[in-house]
């Protein structure tokens, strides 16, 4: 439709307002409630026009658009009313916001006008908070705070408080900022148009800025980083080059990513500082007579090589699912064409394996079915074993808006987690005893008719012998085992298996089966850090498939993976079980590989990393080549982990900062950071997305994928071989064009169209596909799915008994990542959580003494830890819950088990037996 705005003509779609033209035609006008991502407010009045033939002023943030519509933002009612509020608006605010002091930009919002009017209210600033303060003398009660907080976030921790000239932005009981719910995702820093909430440091003047995607979890975040003119950056040698660029303390959100849609949580909006830590490390070292010295690239790379190609055929390697999936590639390639060995792996050995091994075994494909808009979409969500409000905050967002919209939640965890405040159900199970959970309520399904049997007879296959599988499984003994209710462990079964009434109706079954109302199952690592994790995976998967919930929309099975490119890194080949793509060592994919590589790959499965570490003992590894991984603070029993490292011959580290397998190495290497390369992530929704340079390494460091090509020639010139000239690559581009060739569910992409179409899900096998939603629409990677029976094993490796008598059960926290080695680099998140908290009931600590904030020692057969005691009915009676964080040189995996499932060979991180006891204060 065509419109007049000022004279100007502007054709607009249907649904746009009068403002959207005025934007696009680029005439100034005040619009200080408007956020440009979401949807008006009308509460400023700033931004109201004249309309020839209609009454009134109206505000053109709510107008719609009309076909022949004659708007004038320059009529003098119009320029009169406008003034007069601005003016008022001008009188409750300090000069600072004036004068371009507050955030960004965001000064020029107001025109500058001499007040009339005195201000009514003085307020302190509050300052409570880590990374923003909020000054209420800069407010001018616009309301998009509270908005992007409770409408966008779903937090509500902020809001309008009081009445008439009362009125003020404030939280819960009109404490502090800290005193509230509040998370620090900064949504309501980033929407605030005048600097009342506003970053505690604040750069003059930003020189650019650059979208990329977060370094952190597996949601994959598109965040914007600001980069301005700052001190030099980690000079730790008169060798290196200063560099006096910097990013800002905050990020921004970019509303365009598909997989955020311009949302951030803590770590993503005010996290990446760590770049900037002062202990990076950023010259190349080599370990002299017990000491460090640093020296060039040529010394340092030539040293590395000699001693990798000593130990050829005793070799393994880890790579990092931080790196990107162009790092990853060339580190499987370097591993499987120069050292020729499969022994190459990643952190996924130690989260998901379980999930990826039985999703190949089940379906043929080891990735989540779903995306995230089939969360907002689902009727039912089951959430088992995760607590995405602190691993994956943005997905716990989308998971409150589905209940906002009606849909069910179903929080299936032995730990109460924030989820539990929004479920409609709440399995508490005991650990370990997820296999007799889910089997009885696959047994519900079937009992009560409500299972997908078109779907069963036409896609699957071995449904007779698992249903055979499942007689012990009653109710009653389910409910025995779990110490779960019955009716519970039925009515989750009912309400996942039919969705359809939903909230309306708060029994099960609803419509047939051929009405496709989806359900989503989601799970964490509390199923698969288990000496039972494969099965517990299994269990999960049977219950899906018995349902029939998968291959449409709302409905899907997701595992949440945890690193930012896990999903990307085993994508790439950093697996010892298969090739890029999940390929087979099977001959026709082999010679694939071999015309593409000038070699063929070795035929034989390679070791994972705990079997790596384990021959450390044994001499089956006698080096390693570690790269951005951390595997003295993140494998289980820290303590038989480092005597095994310790026996290495020789070990190269390459990472960014020193840390605590790169003390013991003999070659350290120092990398580009996130921000610092250009490369892909892939995150959990099988999305494949763009990282970008926005400053140049600091000192001497470079990114992953060069640091490997160049060692990787080096070693193949002192084996003899050819075939050093396979990493003669240009860039990333160039690298992600090989691994696309090779790996059919990515034929399609490349860094240039990521750019042009930003990012896309794979299987995206051709330039012309437009990328898959989900999978299983109509058929499996396999043919048919799989039934493959669960089998009930032990519970735990460890259970308490009379000198351990607590179960010890570990996670991650909101604040940190893992084990803090980015993170703890952090000041503002380091404020948020600086010391290791223990979880304990309130009937254990009464036993034992304990208060919160009392000094506590936890023991097992291991080793032992010190931190605080948290009095808390989140966890069970007889439980403890310790995050894996690592501060004041106590660590999760001092305690835990190293006993691991015989299948994925991840080891039970989730179970190990603990006693406590009271230290002095």
Request: charged fraction near 20%.
């Amino acid at each position: 439709m065509k419109l007049a705005i000022d004279g100007r003509t502007i054709e607009l779609a249907e649904g746009a307002s009068v403002l959207d033209g005025v934007n696009r035609l680029g005439i100034a006008l005040p619009q200080l409630c408007k956020d440009p991502d979401r949807s008006p407010l009308g509460a400023c009045r700033t931004c109201l026009v004249h309309v020839e033939g209609q009454r009134g002023l109206p505000a053109s943030c709510h107008l719609p658009a009309r076909e022949g519509m004659v708007v004038s933002t320059e009529h003098p009612d119009a320029v009169r009313v406008r003034k007069a509020v601005l003016d008022l608006t001008r009188s409750m605010l300090p000069p600072h916001v004036f004068a371009g002091e507050s955030s960004e930009g965001r000064s020029s919002l107001l025109p500058t006008i001499e007040p009339r009017w005195a201000p009514l209210h003085r307020f302190e600033v509050d300052a409570s908070k880590s990374f923003f303060v909020l000054d209420r003398e800069a407010c001018i009660l616009c309301g998009r705070c509270a908005v992007a907080c409770d409408d966008v976030q779903q937090i509500g921790a902020i809001a309008l408080l009081g009445r008439g000239h009362a009125t003020k932005v404030g939280v819960f009981g009109d404490g502090t900022m800290a005193s509230s719910v509040c998370t620090s995702c900064g949504q309501c820093v980033a929407t605030c148009p005048t600097g009342a909430l506003r970053p505690k440091e604040t750069p003059a003047e930003i020189a650019r800025h650059v979208e990329t995607t977060c370094p952190y979890c597996g949601v994959g975040c598109g965040i914007s980083l600001s980069v301005f003119a700052g001190e030099s950056r980690g000079g730790r040698s008169p060798l290196l080059p200063a560099i006096n660029q910097r990013l800002s303390v905050m990020a921004d959100d970019v509303p365009s990513n598909k997989s955020s849609l311009g949302m951030l949580c803590v770590k993503g909006r005010f996290g990446t500082g760590f770049i900037h830590a002062r202990d990076r490390i950023t010259s190349p070292m080599i370990r002299r007579d017990g000491h460090w010295v640093e020296v060039g690239w040529d010394e340092a790379l030539d040293a590395a090589a000699e001693g990798l190609a000593k130990h050829r055929g005793r070799f393994g390697a880890l790579a990092s699912a931080k790196a990107t999936n162009e790092d990853g590639y060339v580190i499987q390639k370097f591993c499987r064409v120069v050292m020729r060995t499969n022994d190459v792996d990643h952190c996924t050995r130690l989260c998901h394996s379980p999930s990826v091994e039985a999703m190949l075994a089940s379906m043929g494909s080891g990735a989540t079915s779903n995306s995230y808009q089939d969360y907002e979409e689902s009727r039912c969500l089951m959430v088992v074993g995760a607590d995405a409000s602190a691993n994956h905050p943005v997905i716990a967002i989308r998971f409150r808006r589905a209940v906002s919209r009606g849909a069910r939640l179903i929080v299936v965890n032995p730990k109460r987690v924030e989820l539990c405040d929004q479920a409609d159900l709440w399995i508490q199970q005991r650990p370990g005893t997820d296999v007799p959970l889910f089997n009885a309520m696959a047994r519900v399904i079937l009992d009560e008719g409500l299972a997908a049997r078109e779907f069963i007879e036409n896609r699957t296959e071995g449904f007779a012998a698992w249903h055979e599988s499942l007689a012990p499984f009653t109710l009653d003994y389910a409910a025995r085992v779990t110490g779960v209710p019955a009716r519970d462990i039925a009515q989750a079964a009912r309400w996942y298996a039919r969705p359809a009434g939903s909230r309306g109706s708060r029994e099960g079954g609803g419509a047939p089966f051929s009405q496709k109302l989806g359900s989503c199952l989601i799970w964490g690592m509390g199923i698969t850090q288990h000496v039972n994790g494969i099965h517990n995976a299994h269990a999960l998967l049977n219950f899906s498939l018995v349902a029939g919930q998968m291959g449409f929309p709302g409905s899907g099975i997701s595992p949440l993976r945890g690193q930012n490119n896990v999903q990307g890194c085993g994508d790439a080949g950093c697996i010892p079980t298969n090739l890029p793509g999940y390929q087979h060592y099977v001959p026709e994919t082999l010679a694939k590989f071999e015309s593409a590589w000038g070699t063929r790959p070795p035929e034989r499965m390679g070791r994972v990393v705990t079997e790596m570490v384990e021959g450390c003992l044994s001499g089956e590894t006698r080096a390693m080549y570690v790269v951005g991984e951390n595997p003295l603070l993140s494998e289980p029993d820290l303590h038989h982990a480092e005597k095994a490292i310790g026996q290495l011959d020789f070990l190269v580290v390459q990472d960014l900062f020193l840390h605590e397998t790169a003390e013991r190495a003999h070659v350290f290497l120092p990398a580009a950071a996130f921000a610092e390369k250009e490369g892909t992530f892939t995150n959990s929704e099988r999305r494949v997305q763009r990282v970008r340079l926005a400053l140049p390494p600091p000192g001497l460091a470079k990114p992953d994928w060069w640091i490997t090509s160049e060692l990787a020639k080096r070693v193949a010139a002192r084996l003899g071989t050819k075939v050093g000239q396979q990493f003669d690559y240009t860039g990333p581009a160039q690298i992600f064009d090989e691994m696309a060739r090779l790996t059919p569910f990515l034929g399609g992409l490349s860094h240039a169209r990521l750019d042009r179409e930003g990012g896309l899900q794979w299987p995206c096998p051709t330039v012309e596909h437009p990328g898959t939603r989900y999978l299983y629409a109509e058929s499996f990677p396999l043919g048919r799915a799989r039934f493959i029976p669960a089998l009930e094993t032990v519970e735990a490796a460890e259970l308490p008994d009379r000198d351990f008598p607590f179960v010890l059960n570990t996670g991650r926290l909101l604040y940190h990542w893992h084990g803090g080695t980015l993170t703890r680099r952090v000041q503002g998140l380091l404020e948020l959580a600086p010391r290791l908290e223990v979880a304990i009931h309130p009937s254990d600590a009464r036993r034992l003494g304990l208060d919160t904030g009392s000094r506590v020692r936890l023991a097992s057969r291991r080793g032992e830890l010190d931190g605080y005691a948290r009095v808390t009915e989140a966890v069970r009676a007889g439980a403890v819950f310790v995050p894996f964080v690592k501060l004041e040189e106590s660590a999760a995996n001092f305690l835990t088990n190293s006993a691991s499932d015989p299948v994925s060979k991840i080891p039970e991180y989730k179970v190990c037996a603990v006693r406590i006891e009271r230290l002095g204060d």
